[in-house]
């Protein structure tokens, strides 16, 4: 049935966005807790075992190796066998990995496999998350929620460097892991019960019926346009690779101070290892302030172009990267000023 789109109609689209935009955050904010928790626990297993920062780099670079193969994977899937399931399989095979890194014992073979599996399901996070935020927002509010949903990885960080200093200080690098694996596996579970793919599974319109103010409720399958259709509209867009460069760039920086914000600030400034996590916070939550910044400077200054944003922002990235550098080491106040 298609006709003019009704108030009720309007209200229960408004009613599961609001649900599906707090289900997407608080899930994909959940797997950064079994992501960047391993930098808490660093300073723990160098000590423990005798590991050097060699051995461990080698562990961090296992997870985004396979991170990147699985983007490119992972995303395909998400579309093909829709976001809830593959949400649900990458976050509860996230926390299986987290929960068996605890009993790896020093050994870097162990310590590699596991992380780099975990880094393969972590990408079954943010492609399908992305496909389920374009299913039920439309374009034209697309850069204001995709700024906020961006807020959920960064706020996520930071939620599990306070989670991670938090269980650390009173139980033991093991508990990092363990702690979050056992949160994860009851969020993939509360996802996978609430969430939906797209409107139309619940027989509300779809969002190209409601940019055009048709009401249909007929209830459908989110349809995948194709793996090679996806390829090629991907590949031969020059934008996309604009895109790819510039977050390749950023993501060094990104995930460097990720990795080893927590070790700097322990062995560095002489801080305990649950108050150098604590105070790397600041970088993920002034990230979050940024990240709902650039949605709106995107959407109201710009008219809805990203790209002067994200030129103007990676530019400011690049000179407080090199302010940082050579800000003293033992000057910690100035150095978590230039870090937000």
Same mark, same amino acid.
């Given at each position: 049935?298609?006709?003019?789109?009704t108030n009720?109609t309007?209200?229960?689209?408004?009613?599961?966005?609001?649900?599906?935009?707090?289900l997407m955050?608080?899930?994909?904010?959940s797997?950064?807790?079994?992501?960047?928790?391993?930098?808490? $626990?660093l300073?723990?297993?160098m000590?423990?075992f @005798?590991l050097?920062?060699t051995?461990l @780099?080698?562990?961090?670079s296992?997870l985004? *190796?396979?991170y990147?193969?699985?983007?490119?994977i992972?995303?395909?899937?998400g579309d /093909?066998?829709?976001?809830?399931?593959i949400?649900?399989?990458?976050?509860?095979?996230?926390?299986?990995?987290?929960f068996?890194?605890?009993f790896?014992g020093g050994?870097i073979?162990f310590m590699?496999?596991?992380?780099? =599996? %975990?880094?393969y399901?972590?990408?079954?996070?943010?492609g399908p998350?992305? /496909? $389920?935020?374009?299913n039920?927002f439309?374009? %034209?509010i697309?850069?204001?929620?995709?700024?906020?949903?961006?807020?959920?990885? =960064?706020?996520g960080? *930071?939620?599990?460097?306070?989670?991670?200093?938090?269980? =650390? /200080?009173?139980?033991?690098?093991?508990?990092?892991?363990?702690?979050p694996?056992?949160?994860?596996?009851f969020?993939?579970?509360?996802?996978?019960?609430? $969430?939906r793919n797209?409107p139309?599974e619940i #027989?509300?319109?779809?969002?190209?019926d409601?940019e055009n103010?048709?009401?249909?409720?007929?209830?459908?399958?989110?349809?995948?346009?194709?793996?090679?259709?996806t390829i090629?509209?991907?590949?031969?867009? !020059?934008?996309v690779?604009? *895109?790819?460069?510039?977050?390749?760039?950023?993501?060094?920086?990104?995930?460097?101070?990720?990795?080893?914000a927590?070790?700097y600030?322990?062995e560095?400034? @002489?801080?305990?290892?649950?108050?150098a996590?604590?105070?790397? =916070? *600041?970088?993920?939550? $002034? #990230?979050?302030?940024?990240?709902?910044?650039?949605?709106?400077?995107?959407?109201k200054?710009?008219? /809805?172009?990203?790209? !002067?944003?994200?030129?103007?922002?990676?530019?400011?990235?690049?000179l407080?990267?090199?302010?940082?550098?050579?800000? !003293?080491?033992? %000057?910690w106040?100035?150095?978590?000023?230039?870090?937000l």
């Amino acid at each position: 049935m298609r006709d003019k789109l009704t108030n009720s109609t309007q209200l229960q689209i408004k009613q599961w966005q609001t649900k599906m935009f707090w289900l997407m955050w608080i899930t994909y904010a959940s797997f950064y807790l079994c992501r960047v928790n391993i930098s808490v $626990a660093l300073p723990g297993i160098m000590q423990e075992f @005798g590991l050097t920062k060699t051995n461990l @780099g080698i562990v961090l670079s296992s997870l985004f *190796a396979m991170y990147a193969i699985g983007q490119f994977i992972n995303g395909q899937l998400g579309d /093909k066998l829709n976001s809830r399931k593959i949400i649900t399989i990458g976050l509860i095979t996230s926390a299986i990995m987290n929960f068996l890194f605890g009993f790896t014992g020093g050994l870097i073979g162990f310590m590699v496999v596991l992380w780099g =599996i %975990n880094g393969y399901v972590q990408s079954m996070g943010w492609g399908p998350t992305v /496909k $389920a935020m374009a299913n039920w927002f439309p374009g %034209n509010i697309r850069g204001r929620i995709s700024g906020l949903l961006g807020t959920s990885y =960064i706020i996520g960080g *930071a939620l599990s460097w306070l989670l991670a200093g938090t269980i =650390i /200080k009173y139980y033991g690098w093991r508990f990092t892991f363990w702690v979050p694996s056992i949160i994860c596996i009851f969020l993939a579970i509360h996802w996978f019960l609430r $969430a939906r793919n797209a409107p139309e599974e619940i #027989g509300l319109p779809s969002v190209e019926d409601q940019e055009n103010g048709i009401e249909n409720t007929e209830i459908r399958k989110d349809e995948h346009i194709g793996f090679r259709e996806t390829i090629k509209v991907t590949l031969l867009n !020059p934008y996309v690779w604009y *895109a790819a460069v510039g977050l390749f760039g950023l993501n060094i920086v990104r995930y460097g101070f990720m990795s080893w914000a927590p070790t700097y600030m322990f062995e560095e400034q @002489g801080a305990s290892i649950s108050v150098a996590a604590y105070k790397a =916070i *600041a970088f993920p939550v $002034a #990230g979050g302030l940024g990240a709902i910044f650039a949605g709106w400077a995107s959407d109201k200054i710009f008219n /809805k172009r990203r790209a !002067p944003v994200a030129f103007i922002m990676l530019l400011l990235l690049a000179l407080f990267c090199y302010l940082f550098r050579v800000v !003293p080491g033992e %000057n910690w106040v100035l150095s978590l000023i230039i870090l937000l």
